[in-house]
């Protein structure tokens, strides 16, 4: 993410308790946000939340969380796009567990639209159960779209470490995720 200092200066302000930083700092980073978001969503086959709801629910969840502090954007938009993963990793739960509560449905409806979002939440936990620093860095280049020196930064790493990192975490999720022959 390229510097802004404007929204360092509304994060640093909000750190301080201004109540009304957060709120004026959304119309500053909406495009960004709605960037994100689509990004997210474009990890989901079964598309359960709109990209504007899904915005709306991750502010939400920043307006009503009380003490957080970013020392700048990228730690911002790191923070977001982890919630937006949420938020649909949530939904998906829900919808799940609302399909097999519901009446048998032909299989041509009911599919496994689903599994993609859930898989890849699941694969991601695994990888954090082995090396929480590469599921971070896969998180935040899948979901944050984060390059490796913002990633670099955000982990208190050099980009080079990153690189390597996501080799690896990219080779541990694709086996997770490519179903066997």
């Not at 009380?66 to 954007?73: I, L, R």
């Not at 990793?89 to 859930?118: C, F, N, T, Y």
């Given at each position: 993410m390229m510097a802004e200092p404007h929204i360092t200066e509304v994060l640093a302000l909000a750190a301080r308790g201004d109540t009304q930083a957060i709120d004026s700092l959304i119309p500053k980073i909406y495009a960004t946000l709605r960037r994100l978001a689509r990004r997210q969503r474009a990890h989901e086959v079964a598309h359960t939340l709109e990209t504007t709801a899904l915005v709306n629910e991750a502010y939400l969840k920043l307006a009503t969380q009380?003490?957080?502090?970013?020392?700048?954007?990228a730690h911002l938009y790191a923070?977001?796009?982890?919630?937006?993963?949420?938020?649909?990793?949530?939904?998906?739960?829900?919808?799940?567990?609302?399909?097999?509560?519901?009446?048998?449905?032909?299989?041509?409806?009911?599919?496994?639209?689903?599994?993609?979002?859930?898989?890849?939440d699941e694969a991601l936990s695994r990888l954090a159960t082995l090396d929480a620093r590469l599921a971070r860095v896969a998180e935040l280049r899948l979901f944050a779209d984060l390059s490796s020196p913002d990633i670099a930064e955000v982990l208190g790493v050099n980009a080079r470490t990153v690189e390597r990192d996501w080799l690896k975490a990219r080779t541990f999720l694709s086996a997770c995720l490519v179903p066997d022959p």
């Open positions: 009380g003490n957080v502090t970013f020392a700048d954007s923070y977001m796009s982890q919630v937006m993963r949420h938020i649909l990793i949530d939904h998906a739960r829900r919808k799940k567990a609302q399909k097999r509560q519901a009446p048998e449905m032909p299989a041509s409806e009911a599919g496994s639209d689903i599994i993609d979002v859930l898989a890849i």
